[in-house]
């Protein structure tokens, strides 16, 4: 179902992200990437005003569905900031926990 204004919808969440990113350390890399990616993104919503060219501009499928990876965004910033992410491990994490399976894979 399309969303009624994901332009609008668009720069009220992208301007409430980039906010709340605010908030956090600033060398955290979580605020890093996501305030490019939705400084980089709110730069095309601002440009565009027709749907159908904000749509291809932005190269991420329909709006409604940008609109929801949006909101998610914006909404997964509040729990970054409520865990305190940045932070070191109450607990150390046992060796090799960080490793990726296979990395190191000889055959």
Do not use: C, I
């Amino acid at each position: 179902m399309p969303h009624p204004d994901p332009r609008g919808a668009l720069l009220d969440v992208y301007t409430s992200t980039l906010s709340k990113l605010q908030k956090l350390p600033a060398d955290y890399a979580y605020r890093t990437a996501t305030a490019a990616l939705t400084q980089q993104r709110l730069a095309v919503v601002e440009k565009e005003t027709d749907a159908d060219a904000l749509e291809a501009a932005l190269g991420e499928g329909p709006l409604a569905f940008v609109v929801k990876q949006a909101e998610a965004e914006n909404q997964l910033v509040d729990k970054v900031a409520e865990w305190k992410a940045w932070e070191p491990l109450a607990e150390q994490a046992p060796e090799g926990q960080w490793a990726y399976a296979f990395k190191n894979k000889s055959a």
